[in-house]
């Protein structure tokens, strides 16, 4: 009985059934969704700094479906000529850093000098779910109601570092739209920072007290990279620690070897909460490019990045043919379950599947 209160028993007490509830969403409500715009339309509309059409751009370049890709390969090549006059700044460090926070300030400090700024955050993806919270931009409160700023998180997708696959394709569409400040927020892991390290000009590594000693320090591959390290938190009782972890990072930085632009990485501290020594880093910033640009790394330094792409992309397309082959599909299948009877080994069943690939 769904009610027991209503049994014979129970004198003088009923129980309503109630009523039913209401759809929570209109039943005779139509949704249409919009066609997609031309490329023309999409062209006209980032060049003229749309932030609909760069959005609309930006997720066809993040789609996996194939007519989505070739539209938006179609975009970034005729957006290419109106690129690379900004400034890309790579902020990297261990969760908890206060990467999104720090980003907020410091975007609001840019922008008091003019331009334009854009976001790129990007969010680790679950393994099990491959789903992402994409919720870094609740941490911007300030920037993300800038008429001047553009936030776009993205999910990582699982790739290297938790850098988007798509984020050197839409870099290139917020420098057309006319965005001269591009930051790129990284996942943070740690130790595969490379392939944000490989669109960046300044990679920026925001690290906090007590997170090692200079033994520490040297150990973390990713400190090779950064052309500055900021400590994070540098306010009230922690100040102490702060200025104690910048000199142990000084000191484990002259342990490295000399840097490919010559550039000496500097250590500085700051309060990402409180806006103390935001202008301090960004001069160090300034530094920076004024040296690369004087002595030439600058341009180097981006054509090197031009030909790893598009090296990566080869690899990438190679491996996606491979893979999206019905004949490798079936051959994999086959070889997988003699490798998991234990009837072949799996270096033996690798070989063969890629001899037959090559020699079709």
């Known amino acids: 009985m769904e009610h027991p209160e209503n049994d014979s028993q129970y004198t003088g007490l009923?129980?309503?059934s109630g009523v039913i509830q209401p759809p929570v969403v209109n039943p005779y409500l139509k949704r249409r969704r919009k066609p997609l715009p031309t490329v023309p339309e999409l062209v006209e509309g980032i060049l003229k700094g749309d932030i609909t059409m760069l959005s609309r751009a930006v997720t066809l370049v993040e789609s996996l479906a194939p007519e989505h890709y070739a539209l938006a390969q179609e975009v970034i090549e005729k957006c290419l000529p109106y690129s690379g006059k900004s400034r890309r700044i790579g902020i990297t460090g261990v969760p908890g850093a206060g990467k999104s926070t720090s980003i907020d300030v410091f975007g609001l400090h840019v922008l008091k000098s003019g331009g334009k700024l854009a976001v790129l955050a990007i969010d680790p993806s679950s393994e099990r779910t491959k789903g992402s919270?994409?919720?870094?931009k609740t941490r911007m409160e300030k920037l993300s109601v800038h008429p001047d700023a553009f936030i776009?998180?993205?999910?990582?997708?699982?790739?290297?570092?938790?850098?988007?696959?798509?984020?050197?394709?839409?870099?290139?569409?917020?420098?057309?739209a006319g965005f001269d400040n591009i930051f790129v927020e990284t996942v943070g892991v740690g130790q595969s920072e490379t392939a944000v390290h490989s669109m960046v000009d300044f990679f920026l590594l925001i690290q906090i007290a007590g997170a090692?000693?200079?033994?520490?320090?040297?150990?973390r591959g990713i400190m090779e990279m950064a052309d500055g390290i900021v400590i994070n938190k540098a306010d009230g009782d922690n100040i102490g620690p702060a200025q104690l972890a910048q000199a142990q990072y000084r000191s484990a930085l002259h342990l490295f070897p000399p840097t490919a632009s010559g550039w000496k990485p500097e250590v500085l501290t700051y309060s990402g909460y409180y806006e103390l020594g935001i202008p301090e880093?960004?001069?160090?910033?300034?530094?920076?490019?004024?040296?690369?640009k004087a002595n030439g790394?600058?341009?180097?330094?981006?054509?090197?990045?031009?030909?790893?792409?598009?090296?990566?992309?080869?690899?990438?397309?190679?491996?996606?043919?491979?893979?999206?082959?019905?004949?490798?599909?079936?051959?994999?299948?086959?070889n997988e379950a003699d490798v998991l009877a234990?009837?072949?080994?799996?270096?033996?069943?690798?070989?063969d599947v890629l001899n037959a690939y090559f020699k079709r």
């Not at 999910?155 to 569409?173: C, D, F, M, W």
């Not at 090692?212 to 150990?219: N, R, S, T, V, Y």
């Not at 341009?299 to 490798?328: C, G, S, V």
């Open 297 to 334: 790394y600058f341009e180097i330094k981006r054509n090197e990045q031009a030909r790893y792409w598009m090296y990566e992309t080869i690899n990438e397309q190679l491996k996606k043919h491979f893979y999206d082959n019905p004949e490798i599909q079936r051959m994999l299948a086959v």
């Open 152 to 176: 776009r998180p993205s999910p990582s997708a699982g790739s290297l570092g938790g850098v988007a696959r798509k984020t050197r394709e839409t870099i290139v569409l917020c420098e057309a």
């Open 133 to 136: 919270i994409l919720g870094d």
């Open 212 to 219: 090692g000693d200079e033994l520490q320090g040297i150990k």
């Open 14 to 16: 009923t129980v309503n």
């Open 342 to 351: 234990n009837q072949r080994s799996s270096f033996a069943a690798a070989s």
């Open 281 to 292: 880093i960004w001069e160090m910033i300034d530094r920076y490019f004024d040296f690369v």
